[in-house]
T-cell receptor, first 111, second 114 residues
Framework: KNEVEQSPQNLTAQEGEFITINCSYS?????LHWLQQHPGGGIVSLFM???GKKKHGRLIATINIQEKHSSLHITASHPRDSAVYIC?????????????FGKGTKLSVKP | GAGVSQSPSNKVTEKGKDVELRCDPI?????LYWYRQRLGQGLEFLIY????????KSGLPSDRFSAERTGESVSTLTIQRTQQEDSAVYLC????????????FGPGTRLTVT
């Protein structure tokens, strides 16, 4: 079983729909990252959070430490949101530079 | 300002050859990370440099892989005696003060071993 599980693997939505991507993890963490990987391969960091909720524009990320679960929400989705969304966690101990990645959720937003 | 840059953007090499991949982090960023993404797979951590501390090499898959960083600037990832399974996109990222900070990713180097 992977230490970081994302669901769904693939998601197709119509423009304007509200989207939720889920991430569950099995290890104790000090922080969780949400990343966006564009079709061309470039990766952008969307959020880094260790508790509660963060919002940036139409994107909202939440985390529940007790349940070891995080969600990424996209409101009023747009075709330009089409990308792979990756959840990654940073554990305790060691250098803490070692991120453990989920396999990603491929989102396609149709006009 | 300038982001993280990597070179070359694409590299095709023959099995058994050595390759060097370069990463220029954002100026002033003390932390630098190397990751690998094989086709259709998720990202894998390779190595992490933080300031003058000993690097975290726990993700390097074999002793054919090594990386160096000069101070808080350029880093090179070297793969010796390349194998076909080394084919992947190699991504570099940097962050301001270390693992507690947001990471900024470079565009990656696509390595193909024939």
């Amino acid at each position: 079983k992977n230490e970081v599980e994302q669901s769904p693997q693939n998601l197709t939505a119509q423009e304007g729909e509200f989207i939720t991507i889920n991430c569950s993890y099995s290890v104790g963490i000090s922080a969780l990252h949400w990343l966006q990987q564009h079709p061309g391969g470039g990766i952008v960091s969307l959020f880094m959070l260790s508790s509660g909720k963060k919002k940036h524009g139409r994107l909202i990320a939440t985390i529940n430490i007790q349940e070891k679960h995080s969600s990424l929400h996209i409101t009023a989705s747009h075709p330009r949101d089409s990308a792979v969304y990756i959840c990654a966690v940073r554990g305790y101990g060691g250098s803490q530079g070692n991120l453990i990645f989920g396999k990603g959720t491929k989102l396609s937003v149709k006009p | 300002g300038a982001g993280v840059s990597q070179s070359p953007s694409n590299k095709v090499t023959e099995k058994g050859k050595d390759v060097e991949l370069r990463c220029d982090p954002i100026s002033g960023h003390t932390a630098l990370y190397w990751y690998r993404q094989r086709l259709g797979q998720g990202l894998e951590f390779l190595i992490y440099f933080q300031g003058n501390s000993a690097p975290d090499k726990s993700g390097l898959p074999s002793d054919r892989f090594s990386a160096e960083r000069t101070g808080e600037s350029v880093s090179t990832l070297t793969i010796q005696r390349t194998q076909q399974e080394d084919s992947a996109v190699y991504l570099c990222a940097s962050s301001l003060q270390g693992a507690i900070d947001e990471q900024y990713f470079g565009p990656g180097t696509r390595l193909t071993v024939t």
